[in-house]
């Protein structure tokens, strides 16, 4: 391919504490395993902002971050078996895996034992950087782009490829069914997520958060009950009610003890909170007297990825995103920061 097929306009970032600067950069080289798409629309995530911010280290700059990809397919390789050109496509946090190592070939991809390959602020296996959707175009392997349901439009599907599949795959993993009760701790742009899947998936959903302020929106997405945290006596009144809570966010001051009481023998405290600063440490004794399972995931592979776009059409699962102009990511990134978005920011080109 002529090397000026591989310029495209996008907003990157130049450092830390800098505005973001459109820019012509360029894309990875072209192979028969990869996908080029015009960028559509991208989610804004939490962890642009985190990397952006160098905030879980340093970051690569120039960086284009942007990990809820959608677009229509200009382009695909010979070996692209799942997309053709003209169809709408997806790309969540991942763009790329050995498939070779064991955790690969047992589909836990995304826990790739050679590394994991983030759509930005990573490197291909060819040196390239990788970048992410604040752009107009993206190009990487079909294995980790995904065919949007037809019934789904294309910015309601954007956001699905990190916060809805963060909180879909664990959820599932654990078994949430009719027979659960699903605290759901803090209920922001991860949270209604895993409020609307838990519901989907038949279960009673209690939302959590640390004042009344959010009591009536937790109702609205479909929550059964509602806790105020701080409130001692309703805290009291669900000791031992919940079989999961998933945590999609909680503050420094969290407690291992106070919230693992809220959960019945043998359930599941799922986190999928990445704070720039650490939990507290754990006794021994916290675990003796609960006998819970406590567990870790990340984003979600790619056959949870397709099953979940699947659920989600079939269910009408539907973020609630806020729309603005690609040419205004500046002015969507501060009001990002400044927590105003209910509950998803997604950026048109």
Aim: proline share 3%; with cysteine; glycine share 10%.
């Amino acid at each position: 391919m002529a090397a000026d097929d591989r310029t495209f306009n996008a907003w990157a970032c130049t450092g830390k504490g800098k505005p973001l600067t459109k820019m012509q950069l360029t894309l990875k080289e072209w192979d028969e395993d990869t996908v080029e798409m015009d960028i559509t629309h991208c989610g804004i995530c939490g962890s642009d902002v985190h990397t952006m911010d160098s905030g879980w280290g340093p970051t690569d700059y120039e960086c284009v971050v942007g990990h809820e990809i959608v677009g229509v397919v200009t382009k695909v390789g010979n070996n692209v078996k799942n997309l053709k050109v003209g169809d709408r496509a997806g790309v969540g946090a991942q763009c790329d895996a050995c498939h070779t190592c064991q955790n690969c070939l047992e589909g836990n991809e995304n826990l790739c034992m050679k590394g994991f390959i983030g759509t930005y602020n990573s490197k291909w296996a060819s040196g390239d950087k990788t970048y992410g959707g604040y752009a107009d175009k993206w190009r990487g392997d079909y294995r980790f782009a995904f065919k949007v349901p037809d019934n789904m439009t294309s910015e309601i599907a954007a956001t699905f490829f990190c916060a809805g599949v963060t909180t879909y795959a664990p959820l599932k993993r654990c078994n949430v069914n009719s027979e659960s009760v699903v605290g759901i701790m803090g209920l922001g742009g991860l949270g209604h997520f895993g409020v609307q899947w838990a519901k989907a998936m038949g279960a009673k959903v209690i939302g959590m958060s640390h004042n009344d302020k959010k009591r009536d929106v937790a109702l609205e997405l479909g929550c059964d009950e509602y806790l105020n945290t701080n409130d001692k006596e309703a805290f009291k009144s669900y000791s031992r009610q919940m079989t999961h809570i998933l945590c999609t966010g909680t503050s420094p001051d969290f407690d291992w003890m106070t919230y693992l009481g809220l959960l019945r023998v043998n359930g599941h405290f799922i986190n999928v909170s990445m704070p720039e600063w650490n939990f507290p440490e754990i006794s021994p004794y916290v675990f003796f007297l609960s006998q819970v399972f406590i567990h870790g995931s990340a984003i979600g592979s790619p056959a949870e990825i397709e099953e979940m776009l699947l659920f989600a059409a079939e269910h009408n699962v539907k973020p609630w995103i806020e729309t603005y102009k690609m040419d205004d990511v500046v002015k969507a990134i501060e009001d990002f920061r400044a927590g105003k978005p209910r509950f998803r920011i997604v950026l048109e080109n």
